[in-house]
């Protein structure tokens, strides 16, 4: 993953720009583009759909059922174990912070209280923050399955699920789990809230506009030619979605799939820590397969890791 050369070419670090040049920079508040100009990248989030990426959303009746008939005391018992199998990371670019979950910075972080039913959860957020919730763990048992979304403040949330990029009220979204604001993992400067959720609901209608122009396309017989110019009207996507709610509040192209050119080296460094003094660390040519690794990590769990020799061997002392 990380440590695979992809492609190789001569750009130098300080050349390469990380920002999305599509929206505001966050440090340099440039302008944004034309509207034609960001159109013509409208998105085909389906191509690049993680498909590790948990049923948090648009689960089914008898499972949503069944969450909504679970007591307190299960619904506490499962945090407990979330938290308790939770691993902290940290995630450094150069040598320089960029992201530190919670847990990892504080105690009080990993209480059960951090998790939040969806109505307490939408009167903790404002417009922009991002949301994360949590289902049972994957494969292996492990601490959760995790999905992210921008809070639009307005009761509801856009998101990736499935590929598609989606608006719905934060109470169908959670389907009766509990999530918590994730706002201040990455250490990148936020943009502003009105510019989070313009690029989150800009999203949702270049979506829209693309179903359109398919089904009238479909329709009406359209020709080779336009096939070809949309599918070059496409252009980069999302791995998963903390990718999208992080490239909606940051801006930047470094968590669009694709955009962030690997040059053989590798600048990112993912910390695990697992308790009792023990970590390892792993290294990445970009930020989305960090991000990938981080989560196929949450999904197996600490107490699972911990009895992995092969992942055990990478661990040191620290």
């Known amino acids: 993953m990380g440590n695979q050369i992809d492609r190789l070419t001569h750009h130098r670090y300080d050349e390469v720009p990380l920002s999305d040049p599509s929206y505001p920079d966050s440090e340099n508040g440039s302008a944004c583009v034309d509207s034609d100009t960001n159109t013509a990248s409208s998105l085909d989030v389906r191509q690049l759909h993680n ?38 990371f940290a995630a450094y670019y150069a040598g320089e912070c960029i992201f530190r979950n919670a847990s990892s910075s ?12 969806p109505a307490r959860l939408l009167e903790a957020s404002v417009a922009g923050d991002l949301l994360e919730f949590t289902a049972p763990g994957g494969g292996g048992g492990g601490s959760s399955c995790t999905h992210w979304a921008v809070s639009t403040g307005d009761g509801r949330a856009v998101y990736v699920h499935h590929g598609e990029v989606r608006s719905d ?14 706002s201040d993992w990455y250490r990148f400067k936020a943009q502003s ?5 313009r690029r989150a609901l800009d999203q949702v209608l270049l979506q829209q506009q693309q179903q359109q122009q398919e089904a009238v396309m479909v329709n009406g017989g359209g020709g ?14 999302w791995r998963n979605s903390e990718c999208f709610a992080a490239w909606c509040r940051y801006g930047k192209r470094q968590f669009k799939s694709g955009l962030e050119l690997r040059i053989g080296k590798t600048p ?19 930020l989305e397969d960090l991000i990938v690794e981080r989560w196929r990590l949450e999904r197996i769990g600490r107490s699972a890791l911990l009895l992995d020799s092969g992942f055990a061997q990478t661990c040191c002392g620290l």
């Open 51 to 88: 498909e590790e990426e948990e049923e948090v959303v648009g689960v089914s009746s008898e499972t949503r059922a069944h969450v909504e008939a679970s007591s307190p005391a299960r619904a506490y018992d499962y945090e407990e174990h979330v938290l308790r199998e939770e691993l902290h």
């Open 106 to 117: 504080s105690a009080a972080a990993s209480a059960p209280s951090s998790f939040l039913t």
């Open 169 to 182: 009220p934060v109470a169908v979204l959670s389907a009766g789990r509990r999530g918590r604001v994730v």
């Open 193 to 197: 809230a009105e510019t989070v959720v």
């Open 224 to 237: 080779g030619d336009e096939d070809e110019g949309r599918q070059q009207a496409h252009g980069a996507s």
């Open 268 to 286: 990112y460094l993912l910390k695990t820590h697992l308790g009792d003094g023990v970590a390892t660390t792993q290294s990445f040519q970009c």
